[in-house]
């Protein structure tokens, strides 16, 4: 006799913030490790969490931010995800849309959820020891953030 089937949990939406320096030209992308749950203590993350339910994932996205670090953001492109509606998979509980974004407002402080922030050069992105579900979206950071329009040498770099 076969088992049965598991029952299916929705999948519930997290948002995220890939914080750089400077949004035209960054070379610093902050970020936090997490203080809970003991599972994933110690690991780092991009700062955000879960949209509550009635909310829009960008009023979520901007009261995590106020939360957690203290600051107010503008926002950048989206960090696209390979799963339908450009998501990053967090398991098989959670799935997380990604923006950029840059302090317009206050310094981020470890407040809430975390213990420790740090912003990583794009040559130190691989320093930290991310949570396993936060690798390929830092890989995709990494040549996104290198590619930006501002980062690229300007002529006076060749000259
Ligand atoms: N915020 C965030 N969560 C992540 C990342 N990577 C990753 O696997 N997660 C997981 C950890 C959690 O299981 C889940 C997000 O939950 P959270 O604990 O950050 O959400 P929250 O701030 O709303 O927390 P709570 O109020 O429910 O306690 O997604 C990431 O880069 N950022």
Do not use: N
């Amino acid at each position: 006799m076969s088992s049965p089937a598991p029952i299916p949990h929705p999948v519930r939406l997290v948002v995220g913030a890939a914080v750089v320096d400077d949004l035209e030209r960054p070379t610093r992308l902050l970020s936090a490790r997490r203080t809970e749950p003991s599972a994933l203590a110690g690991g780092w993350e991009l700062p955000g969490g879960k949209v509550d339910d009635g909310e829009s994932p960008l009023f979520a996205l901007h009261r995590e931010l106020r939360e957690e670090l203290g600051v107010t953001v503008r926002l950048g492109p989206h960090v696209p995800g390979p799963q339908p509606g450009s998501t990053w998979p967090l398991g098989d509980r959670y799935e997380m849309l990604v923006w950029l974004a840059e302090v317009v407002e206050g310094t981020p402080e470890p407040i809430e959820d975390h213990d420790e922030l740090r912003w990583l050069g794009l040559d130190e992105l691989g320093s930290v020891g991310w949570l396993p579900a936060d690798l390929p979206i830092v890989e995709t950071l990494e040549s996104m953030l290198r590619d930006r329009p501002g980062t690229h040498p300007g002529p006076e770099r060749h000259a």
